[in-house]
């Protein structure tokens, strides 16, 4: 089973943010946050990662709770490419020994 | 483009057949994941390798077996295929132990 629980879908309009939730209540204390996004049937794409601390790169922002229970992934300006299922798992950095589990995920529509 | 390669594109096989599908890591990349998305199971984690050996099962089928060779590319075996096992594979790739760099599948068609 997925350690994650995200909203099925969400909607949001081009040139605003998009703020997409994600609960991971049950995380470990060596467990990392990572996002990926799939453009239909594309392979999935990695965004970003981030342990506690606050991530940002050229492609989003991760905002991580204090307890870590939670985290939004952020699109500053959405377009219309970024129309995608968004996927949070948690597993540890290391080389093995654990299972990539994905969910469901979110599935996003930018509309202009 | 990710870097990493997968081949065929696409496969269409009758049921009972076997088939091989190959994955090329990224240059360096000692993980190789493999994954089956299908309709209605979504993104299934299949097996991890690294450096040749196995790291991590799922809930791949007895049917299925993987293997990571010297020069890290790696290779899913499906075999007896049934009409179920129709679905996309996709292979991963990492280098260091974060991210994941996924290929662009093998689309498989059972018939």
């Known amino acids: 089973d997925a350690k994650t629980t995200q909203p099925p879908s969400m909607d949001c309009a081009e040139g605003r943010a998009a703020n997409l939730p994600c609960n991971h209540s049950?995380?470990?204390?060596?467990?990392?946050v990572y996002w990926y996004r799939q453009i239909h049937s594309q392979g999935p794409q990695y965004i970003i990662h981030?342990?506690?601390n606050n991530e940002t790169n050229e492609m989003a922002s991760l905002i991580i709770t204090e307890d870590r229970k939670s985290s939004t992934l952020i699109l500053p300006h959405a377009t219309l490419r970024d129309t995608a299922v968004y996927y949070c798992?948690?597993?540890?950095?290391?080389?093995?020994?654990?299972?990539?589990?994905f969910g469901a995920g979110t599935r996003l529509f930018v509309k202009a | 483009d990710s870097g990493v390669t997968q081949t065929p594109k696409h496969l269409i096989t009758a049921t009972g057949q076997r088939v091989t599908l190959r994955c090329s890591p990224r240059?360096?990349?000692?993980?190789v994941y493999w994954y089956q998305q299908s309709l209605d199971q979504g993104l299934q984690f299949l097996i991890h390798?690294?450096?040749?050996?196995?790291?991590a099962k799922g809930n791949i089928l007895e049917r299925f077996s993987a293997q990571q060779f010297p020069d890290l590319h790696s290779e899913l075996n499906l075999s007896s295929l049934e009409l179920g096992d129709s679905a996309l594979y996709f292979c991963?790739?990492?280098?260091?132990?974060?991210?994941?760099?996924f290929g662009p599948g093998t689309r498989l068609t059972v018939t």
């Open positions: 390798y690294y450096n040749g050996e196995e790291r």
């Open positions: 798992i948690v597993h540890p950095a290391n080389t093995g020994g654990f299972k990539t589990i």
């Open positions: 049950t995380i470990s204390g060596n467990e990392y």
């Open positions: 240059s360096g990349d000692l993980s």
């Open positions: 991963a790739s990492s280098a260091n132990r974060y991210e994941q760099y």
């Open positions: 981030g342990l506690k």
